[in-house]
């Protein structure tokens, strides 16, 4: 990666329950290992975690946060989720209306790029990107705006993808955060049929390093 623009930006996407955190979570071992066990500063950023901690002052729910699949990063933003408490099972007050804390989490991260400018989220996130960081986990990108920004800074793009994954049942699954890169031609695609964190940080993964990034 020396010859990049530093750091190396990896962007993450993946539907839910594609295996996207655990792919997140065997990344910096696997890297280093791909890189002959270099000492490198890995870190990790979550695109949702702004969103996720503005909605959770909105509306008053309480999110779970994550770290226990982060533990191997040199530095990370953490990991907000509200679907092991069961939140995402009921409606919240939000407006006018009531919603799902999935379509709140949509509708308020849409209505921030359409008020603040396409790039308002992906910009927050490479903000926290430290001058120490060698390689940087994006995660959590959805729309092309994302990528571009992540692209025109030397980074590459990366779907987790698994055939019976699907969308959260209290995310609207024809919203634009959802479709936006359903049919975009990703040149980095890592298949993961098991969800297994063993099958991941295995050789498959190294090799898709070594492909991607000159490894």
Known sequence: YQSRMKPLIIGV????????SIFCGAFPKAYKQAMNNQELNIWYISMSTDIKKSVQAMTGVKMVNLKNYLDDYTAYDFAYDYTSNDLSEKSVKHGDSEKSIGRILQDYALEMKEREGENYWIDKALRKIGEHADVVILDGVRYQSDVLAICERGGHIVKVYREDSEISGDRDKNHVSETELAVYPFKHVFENPTRDS??????VMRELIFKAYGG
């Open 13 to 20: 996407y993946g539907t839910g329950q594609s295996g996207k």
């Open 198 to 203: 063993v099958h991941i940080a295995n050789g």
